[in-house]
């Protein structure tokens, strides 16, 4: 299961739309891994006013891993957290995340390329 819903939270799902905040609150506690990568680039990126900061280690073991390819695989919890933080966010390999500022089309639409997917490949990413 990707995350643990409130009774609360499902009740409000059952009734109709999801307060953004709410959703955003459970994506962050039922994946903390996923939560604190996000969350430490957004500062990161917001810090140094790149255009966007990424993240290249690799997660410390499979649950981790886990969190982040159920949050930024899912539209719903990686939208949520792009408008919690006003960002836009990508990701690579399993464990690459990028944070961009929105105004960063070109740097984020270089590191959507497959050109960029082929370049980040590592052999021992391959399991990943």
Same mark, same amino acid.
């Given at each position: ?26 994506? $962050? ?58 960002? $836009? ?40």
């Amino acid at each position: 299961m990707s995350l643990t819903v409130s009774n609360d939270l499902l009740d409000q799902a059952k009734a109709g739309d999801v307060d953004d905040e709410a959703f955003v609150a459970c994506v $962050r506690d039922s994946l903390p891994y996923a939560w604190s990568v996000i969350s430490e680039l957004v500062e990161q990126r917001y810090r140094s006013g790149a255009e966007f900061t990424d993240n290249t280690v690799p997660p410390p073991d499979e649950s981790a891993r886990g969190q982040l390819l159920r949050c930024l695989a899912s539209d719903s919890m990686r939208g949520a957290l792009e408008r919690h933080f006003g960002v $836009r966010l990508a990701f690579q390999n399993c464990h690459r995340v990028a944070v961009f500022h929105p105004s960063a089309t070109e740097a984020h639409a270089e590191f959507v390329t497959a050109r960029s997917q082929i370049l980040n490949q590592m052999p021992e990413l391959v399991d990943c």
